[in-house]
């Protein structure tokens, strides 16, 4: 299972930059967490499928739909670290946001992701996933 995640990640990404946002019902369990920074625009914890849509709405309000490149997965047990670049630009405002997330994804017994941390520093997020250098 470890090394599958890899590709079930690169496949969550790779599937919401087509705008296919399911992945997160069928990968994440139904209590999933999803937590960003405390500075970012709409911190808090956002918990179930219904609160991460909502977190995500308030982003495609805001800029439009976010696209990520992965730039690295650093696996390390229960979790999935990915460093990416997010970029979106709103058709309406003009509004862009062009910047590098770190975010850990924690896994389940099941295999299901049950947390997603964000953060805007890979540091912070090695320790949060217990990956330290």
Known sequence: MPGDR???IRDGFRRWNRGDPS???????EDVEWIPPATDPYSGV???HAGVQEFWRRWRAAVGHLRF???EIVEGGDQVLVIAIRYAKS?????????QIAQVFSFGPAGK?????EFYGREEAERAAGLGR
């Open 91 to 99: 058709p309406e405002t003009g509004l862009e946001v062009s910047d």
């Open 46 to 48: 956002y918990r179930g």
């Open 6 to 8: 890899d590709e079930l």
């Open 113 to 117: 992701c049950y947390r997603v941390r």
């Open 23 to 29: 992945w997160v019902l069928e990968n994440m369990t």
């Open 69 to 71: 490149t992965i730039q």
